[in-house]
């Protein structure tokens, strides 16, 4: 069974720094995918980052790019999120989720609140 632990969110002030973690578990990943979404309170879940676990190539939305840094680290089945410059608006339940065609697996979520 896949599981995604979610880690590292907390209350940071804007303009400071945050890097989630999301572990996984419970079979191989090299031909998946692994993102990063988030849902702010009222609104719809938004996409964030996503990188291919083979290739580490990354994928970003355009709110978070040039912030926000995606990587894994396969020794350790771990994606992290490094965020930098947050903003009020960064405010939100983070989700990690996997998958190859789909993302078939979710985390449980880690608060970020940025405050101004």
């Known amino acids: 069974q896949v599981n995604l632990v979610e880690s590292g969110g907390g209350l940071v002030q804007a303009g400071g720094s945050l890097r989630l973690s999301c572990a996984a578990s419970?079979?191989?990943?090299?031909?998946?995918?692994l993102g990063w979404f988030r849902q702010a309170p009222g609104k719809e879940r938004e996409f964030v980052a996503s990188?291919?676990?083979?290739?580490?190539?990354?994928y970003y939305a355009d709110s978070v790019k040039g912030r926000f840094t995606i990587s894994r680290d396969n020794a350790k089945n771990t994606v992290y999120l490094q965020m930098n410059s947050l903003k009020p608006e960064d405010t939100a339940v983070y989700y990690c989720?996997?998958?190859?065609?789909?993302?078939?697996?979710w985390g449980q979520g880690t608060q970020v609140t940025v405050s101004s």
């Open positions: 989720a996997v998958g190859y065609y789909t993302y078939d697996y």
């Open positions: 419970g079979r191989t990943f090299s031909r998946d995918k």
């Open positions: 990188i291919t676990w083979s290739s580490g190539s990354p």
